[in-house]
C-alpha cells in the first residue's frame, strides 16, 4: 500500500505511518489527512491537487469527513476509485455537507481536489485511514448507509430534500413530494426548490437545472445561459466543467421594486443598465451567491447602502457607471470579499468615507474618474491591500497628501490624476511605490505644480509617465518615458534656474556692471569736452547716443541678472517661466532692450552712412551736419521707441506674432508646432487595453511675424547697407591712399571711419550670428533647443554693449582730446 500526493508535476509517496489497534479491538492504521489547501494569493490561475491511495485486496480504506463545505460548481472535490478484483470506476463527487464517511474496498483511490482559487468557504477535511476487510460493516451503526455502500451520511439528512447519496438513495422512498419542492424527471425523488437552478446537478437526469432561464427568470427581465464571455462575466472555470454555463439576467422592464431573490441562484451575470431602479433595497441580491458581475450603471442611484452586496461574497466585478452617488459610506461594499474590478466613474461622488473600502482586501482596478472628488484622504486604500491600478481622471482634486498610497504600496502599478486641477503633489508622495509602471499626472490648472528633486525617487519600475506639464519630464526617472499629452510649449526648457549656469549669472553682473559703468563714463565724458570740429561733434554726437543704447541693454542686464536672484530656482521648481515671461518687469526690459538694440543697429547705419558719404562724395551737399545729426538721431530714438512700443503691443494682442521669450526679447529663433492631431498612445493600448490620445504635431510654421520683420528684415538691411559702404569705403581707402597719400580732409574723413569700424564691426558680428541662425531656423534648415536660444541672447547680444565703451575710449583719443591732437 502505498500514499501518493500528486502536485503539478510533483509526484510524493508518503510511506505508511502507525499500526494500532484501537478501542474496538480491530487493526487500523492511520495514514494521512488531507484538508483543502492555502494557495497564495494573487492566483494564476485554477489549481488542481491530487492524493492516491493504493490499498490491498483485503484491506478497506475509509475516508473519515471532518467536514466538507465546497463552494461547487467553481471547487469541486472528487473521488475516484478503482477496486482490486474488478475494473469497474466509482467516480463520487463529494459536495454532501453530512456525508460522514466513505467506505471503499481495496484498490487505487484518487481524490481530485479543483478551485478556482476564489476561497469563500471552510474548504475539507478528511482523515483517511485503513482497516482490515472483514470489520468494517460493524463500524457505523448510527449512520445511514447508501445503497451502494460506500457512503455513509447522517442519519437527519436523509430525505430532507438534498441528494447526499452519490446514487440518489438518501432521497428514495421518502413518501410523497411536498408540494413546493422539485420532482425529477423519471423518479420518485423531490429535491428542495432551492436546489433548482442553483447551477449544481441534483436530479439523476439533471433535469432541475433546465429550462432555468424561463423558470428563474423574473417578469420583465431576460435570462439565459451562454457559454461566451465577452469579459463580462468568468469564463467557465476549468473546475466547473464543460457542463456549467455562466447564466445571465439583463433587467428589460423598469423596475418595480419585486425583490431578486427569486432570480436563479445559478445567475453569474445581472444587468440592471439602464433600467430606473432609484434605490437599491438592502436584501435584493441576496440568494445570488454565484454572482460574479453585477451592472447597475445608469440606474439612477443615488446610495448604495452599506451592506447591500453582503451575501456577494463571489463577486468578482460591479459596474455603476453613470449613477448619481455622492459618497460611499462606511461598510458599503462588506462582504465584497472577492471583488476584483469596480467602476464607479461618472457619478457625483465627493466623499469616500472611512471604512467604505473595508472587505475589498483583493480588489484589483478601480475607476473613480468624472466625479467630484477634491480630496483624497490619506490612508482611504488602506482596504485595498491587492490594488494594482488606480484611476481618477477628471475630478476636483487640487493636491495629493503624500499618505494618499498608505497600505497599497506594494501592488499599485498604474495611477492616474489625469484631467484633475492639482497644484501641488506632495514630496514623498510616491515614495515605495515601487512596482508602478504608469503614472499619469496631468493637471488642468494653469498654475504650475510645484516640483520637488525627488519626487519620483524610488519608482524603480515606472515606464510611462504622462503629462501635460512638460517639466516633469526633465525629472522623470531616466528608464521611464516620458509622454507629453500635448506639444511642449516652444519656449520651454529643462533649465532648472532662471539664467541656466553660475558662469551665465557672473558673466551678466560683469557685462551688464561694466556697460552701465562704461557707457555711463563714457557720456558724461561727452558731455563734459565740448568738440572743436563739427566732424568731431557730429561724431561726438553719434556716440553718446549710442553709449546711451549701450548703456539701457546694461539696464536690461541688471535686470535680468536681479531677476535671476529672484526668481532662481523657482523659476522651473515652481514652474514660473510663463508667469515671468507675462510679467511688468519683463515687458519692460524686453522694452528696453529692443529700444536699445534697434537704436544702435539704426545708429550705427547712420553713422556708416555718414562716413560713407563724407568719404566717397566729399563735395556733396547731403552732409549731415551738427544739426541734422541731431534732428536724426532723434528720429531715430522716437522711430525705435515707437517700435519698441509696437512690440509690446503686439505681444499683448497676438502672441503668435511677438512673444517674449525668458530673456525677454523675441528674436526668432523658434518655430511653432502646427497640425496638431490625436495620435493614438500605443503604450497603453498595447499593455492596457485602454485607448489614450496623445496631441501631436506633424510640423512646425514659422512664428513671430513682427520679431522676423524686425530682426530678419530691418536689422538685415541695415547691416547690408553697413557692409557695403564700408566696401565701397575699404575701395575708396585704396584709391586716396595711392592719390593723396595721409594728408587732408579726406584722409582725416577715413581714419575716423576706420575707427568707428571696430564699433561697427563688434555689432555686426553680434549680431550676424544671430541673423544667419534665425534665417536657418524660418528657412528650417536648423532647429535649436530652448536652452540655446536664452544662452545666444544672454551672451551674444549684450557682449557688444560692454565693450563698447572701451572702444569708444580708444577711438576717442587722438580725435577728441585737442592737446593730445597738438602733441602730435
Ligand atoms: C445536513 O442535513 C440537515 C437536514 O437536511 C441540514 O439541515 C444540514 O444543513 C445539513 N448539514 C450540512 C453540513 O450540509
Ligand atoms: C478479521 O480478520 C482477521 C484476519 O484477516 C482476524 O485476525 C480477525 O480476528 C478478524 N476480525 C473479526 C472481527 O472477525
Ligand atoms: C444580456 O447582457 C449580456 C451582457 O451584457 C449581453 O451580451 C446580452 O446580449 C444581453 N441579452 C439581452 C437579451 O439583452
Ligand atoms: C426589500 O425587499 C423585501 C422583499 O421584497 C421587502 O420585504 C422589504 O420591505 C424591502 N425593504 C425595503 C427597505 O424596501
Ligand atoms: C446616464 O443615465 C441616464 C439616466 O440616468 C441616461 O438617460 C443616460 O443616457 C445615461 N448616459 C449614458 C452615457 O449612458
Ligand atoms: C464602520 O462600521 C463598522 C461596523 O459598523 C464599525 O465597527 C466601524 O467603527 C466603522 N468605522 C468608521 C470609521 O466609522
Ligand atoms: C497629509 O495628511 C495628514 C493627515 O491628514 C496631515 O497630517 C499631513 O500634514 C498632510 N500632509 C500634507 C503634505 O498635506
Known amino acids: 500500500m502505498r500514499l501518493s500526493e500528486l502536485w503539478g508535476p510533483c509526484v510524493v509517496f508518503i510511506a505508511l505511518s502507525g499500526v494500532g489497534v484501537n478501542g474496538q479491538g480491530f487493526t487500523d492504521t492511520y495514514i494521512t489527512s488531507i484538508v483543502s489547501p492555502e494557495f497564495p494569493w494573487p492566483y494564476p490561475s485554477d489549481i488542481q491537487r491530487q492524493w492516491q491511495i493504493q490499498t490491498d485486496v483485503d484491506q478497506m480504506i475509509i475516508i473519515f469527513i471532518n467536514y466538507l463545505d465546497i463552494e461547487h460548481p467553481w471547487d469541486t472535490l472528487t473521488l475516484t476509485h478503482s477496486a482490486a478484483h474488478d475494473t469497474s470506476l466509482t467516480r463520487i ?108 446537478s441534483d436530479c439523476p437526469l439533471s433535469d432541475d437545472e433546465e429550462q432555468c432561464d424561463t423558470l428563474k427568470c423574473p417578469e420583465g427581465y431576460s435570462c439565459g445561459e451562454s457559454s461566451y464571455n465577452d469579459r463580462h462575466g468568468p469564463v467557465p472555470s476549468a473546475c466547473s466543467g464543460p457542463q456549467w454555463n455562466p447564466f445571465w439576467v439583463n433587467g428589460t422592464e423598469p423596475w418595480f421594486g419585486q425583490s431578486l431573490q427569486n432570480v436563479a441562484p445559478k445567475a453569474t451575470l445581472l444587468n440592471l443598465n439602464g433600467l430606473p431602479v432609484m434605490e437599491l433595497n438592502i436584501s435584493m441580491f441576496d440568494g445570488m451567491r454565484n454572482l460574479h458581475t453585477l451592472d447597475i450603471s445608469s440606474c439612477q442611484l443615488e446610495r448604495l447602502p452599506p451592506g447591500v452586496f453582503r451575501k456577494l461574497s463571489r463577486l468578482w466585478k460591479i459596474v455603476a457607471i453613470n449613477n448619481s452617488l455622492t459618497y460611499l459610506e462606511n461598510g458599503t461594499f462588506t462582504g465584497l470579499v472577492n471583488l476584483r474590478l469596480l467602476y464607479l466613474d461618472y457619478n457625483l461622488i465627493m466623499r469616500l468615507d472611512e471604512g467604505c473600502f473595508t472587505d475589498l482586501g483583493r480588489l484589483f482596478f478601480i475607476d473613480l474618474g468624472y466625479n467630484q472628488l477634491s480630496e483624497i484622504r490619506p490612508g482611504t486604500f488602506k482596504d485595498c491591500s491587492s490594488m494594482e491600478r488606480l484611476v481618477m481622471p477628471k475630478n476636483h482634486i487640487e493636491s495629493v497628501n503624500s499618505s494618499v498610497f498608505e497600505g497599497i504600496e506594494k501592488h499599485l502599478k498604474i495611477v492616474s490624476f489625469r484631467d484633475n486641477p492639482l497644484h501641488s503633489i506632495a514630496p514623498g508622495t510616491f515614495d515605495g511605490l515601487t512596482r508602478l509602471d504608469d503614472l499619469h499626472i496631468m493637471s488642468t490648472t494653469t498654475k504650475r505644480i510645484q516640483l520637488f528633486p525627488e519626487i519620483f525617487q524610488g519608482l524603480e519600475n515606472l515606464l510611462a509617465l504622462v503629462v501635460y506639464d512638460s517639466r516633469f519630464c526633465c525629472i522623470a526617472p531616466e528608464r521611464a518615458s516620458c509622454v507629453e499629452r500635448v506639444p511642449s510649449h516652444p519656449l520651454f526648457t529643462c533649465r532648472k534656474t532662471f539664467l541656466q549656469n553660475l558662469i551665465i549669472k557672473i558673466f551678466m553682473w560683469i557685462l551688464g556692471i561694466s556697460a552701465l559703468l562704461g557707457n555711463a563714463f563714457v557720456i558724461l565724458m561727452r558731455l563734459r569736452w565740448k568738440e572743436t570740429t563739427s566732424a568731431g561733434s557730429i561724431q561726438s554726437i553719434f556716440i553718446t547716443n549710442l553709449a546711451f543704447a549701450d548703456f539701457l541693454m546694461g539696464t536690461y542686464m541688471i535686470i535680468l541678472a536681479t531677476m535671476d536672484l529672484y526668481i532662481g530656482d523657482s523659476y522651473f521648481w515652481e514652474g514660473r517661466a510663463e508667469e515671468w515671461r507675462s510679467s511688468i518687469v519683463c515687458q519692460i526690459a524686453g522694452f528696453i532692450t529692443f529700444l536699445s538694440s534697434e537704436a544702435s543697429v539704426f545708429l550705427l547705419t547712420l553713422l556708416t552712412v555718414d562716413r560713407f558719404i563724407c568719404i566717397i562724395f566729399p563735395f556733396s551737399t547731403y552732409h549731415i551736419t551738427v544739426a541734422k545729426a541731431r534732428i536724426l538721431t532723434g528720429c531715430i530714438w522716437v522711430f525705435s521707441f515707437l517700435l519698441g512700443l509696437v512690440s509690446i503691443l503686439v505681444n499683448y494682442l497676438n502672441p503668435d506674432a511677438y512673444s517674449l521669450s525668458d530673456v525677454c526679447i523675441g528674436l526668432p529663433l523658434i518655430r511653432k508646432s502646427v497640425d496638431l492631431y490625436a495620435e493614438l498612445d500605443e503604450n497603453t493600448q498595447s499593455r492596457y487595453d485602454v485607448a489614450n490620445f496623445n496631441t501631436v504635431a506633424s510640423s512646425t510654421v514659422s512664428t513671430w511675424e513682427f520679431s522676423i520683420a524686425v530682426f530678419l528684415g530691418i536689422n538685415l538691411i541695415s547691416f547690408i547697407v553697413i557692409f557695403l559702404s564700408y566696401i565701397a569705403i575699404f575701395f575708396r581707402v585704396r584709391y586716396v591712399r595711392g592719390q593723396v597719400g595721409r594728408k587732408g580732409k579726406a584722409a582725416n574723413e577715413i581714419k575716423m571711419a576706420l575707427k568707428l569700424l571696430f564699433i561697427v564691426g563688434t555689432d555686426f558680428f553680434c549680431w550676424m550670428p544671430i541673423i544667419i541662425l534665425g534665417i536657418l531656423i524660418e528657412a528650417n534648415v536648423i532647429t535649436i533647443s530652448s536652452n540655446v536660444y536664452a544662452w545666444l541672447v544672454v551672451f551674444i547680444l549684450p557682449i557688444n554693449s560692454s565693450i563698447n565703451p572701451y572702444l569708444y575710449t580708444i577711438i576717442n583719443e587722438p580725435t577728441t582730446t585737442p592737446h593730445r591732437e597738438s602733441k602730435k
Open 93 to 200: 463527487p463529494l459536495v454532501s455537507g453530512n456525508l460522514t464517511s466513505l467506505c471503499l474496498p481495496g484498490g487505487l483511490t484518487t481524490i481530485s481536489f479543483c478551485t478556482d482559487l476564489v476561497q469563500e468557504r471552510g474548504g475539507f477535511s478528511l482523515d483517511i485511514r485503513f482497516y482490515d476487510a472483514n470489520v468494517t460493516g460493524q463500524l457505523f451503526d448510527d449512520a445511514f448507509k447508501c445503497a451502494s455502500g460506500i457512503e455513509t451520511i447522517r442519519n437527519e439528512a436523509r430525505c430532507d430534500g438534498i441528494v447526499d447519496c452519490h446514487d440518489f438513495s438518501d432521497e428514495v422512498d421518502c413518501g410523497a413530494c411536498d408540494p413546493d419542492s422539485f420532482q425529477c424527471r423519471g423518479s420518485a425523488i423531490c429535491i428542495l426548490p432551492s436546489r433548482q437552478c442553483d447551477g449544481w
